[in-house]
């Protein structure tokens, strides 16, 4: 049974710039949040996709969009990307955003550097 | 809002030595608690976890148990290993559901011979 994957790995971009994050939840699985985590620091919640709508969001801007696909798979969009959006994104499925204390798997991430 | 606080590393350790890594938390009703590890280069793997307060989560040596009278969730293990060396993070999700995490800063391990 495969994890949480991720794509790219890596991306280099300039200021200005947007880019597109993929997340394949585990198999099962139907909610998929995601993470910043910067060099250094704790993940950060950027926002959260059930049922293809966006049910929870992190005090992140509205350059951040996301979108949940039929098959729960995500990605996550970052407009006019800033030198300060360079950071690990994660994202993370579980089995449902219903149950509390419901476990997150996370994804190994994709490394994200603005220049 | 809620938050998490972790001790601050990194913590240097010699193999076999007694491991703590302290963390308090503030949020109101009773959230779900975790301990995540992130390898070098790696996403997070869930270490333990406990729902309601008294339980004690434990995996790999590693336990760590959900104090409601003091806010806490220290992990703890009794001999570490050069290969626990990692950087642990304590995290909550809150009572009402939605499983949005928030995480502590982390701590990093460094287990020496």
């Known amino acids: 049974d495969a994890g949480v994957t991720q794509s790219p790995t890596h991306l280099i971009k300039t200021r200005g710039q947007q880019v597109t994050l993929r997340c394949s939840p585990k198999?099962?699985?139907?909610?998929v949040s995601w993470y910043q985590q910067a060099l250094g620091q704790g993940p950060q919640f950027i926002f959260q996709y059930y049922e293809e709508e966006e049910r929870q969001r992190g005090n992140f801007p509205d350059r951040f969009s996301g979108h949940q696909f039929p098959n729960y798979s995500s990605e996550l969009n970052v407009n006019a990307l800033l030198l300060g959006d360079s950071a690990l994104y994660l994202c993370?499925?579980?089995?449902?955003?219903?149950?509390?204390?419901?476990?997150?798997?996370f994804g190994p991430g994709t490394r994200l550097l603005v220049l | 809002g809620n938050s998490v606080t972790q001790m601050e590393g990194p913590v240097t350790l010699s193999e076999e030595a007694f491991l703590t890594i302290n963390c308090t938390y503030t949020?109101?009703?009773?959230?779900?608690l975790f301990w995540y590890v992130q390898y070098p280069g790696e996403g997070l793997q869930l270490l333990l976890k406990a729902t309601k307060a008294d339980d004690k989560g434990s995996n790999k040596g590693f336990e760590a148990t959900y104090r409601k009278e003091t806010t806490s969730f220290h992990l703890e293990k009794g001999s570490v290993q050069v290969s626990d060396s990692a950087v642990y993070f304590c995290a909550l999700t809150p009572p009402g559901g939605g499983n949005k995490l928030t995480f502590g800063t982390g701590t990093q391990l460094k287990v020496e011979l």
């Open positions: 949020a109101t009703g009773y959230p779900s």
């Open positions: 198999s099962g699985h139907d909610t």
């Open positions: 993370a499925s579980s089995l449902t955003m219903l149950v509390k204390g419901e476990t997150q798997y």
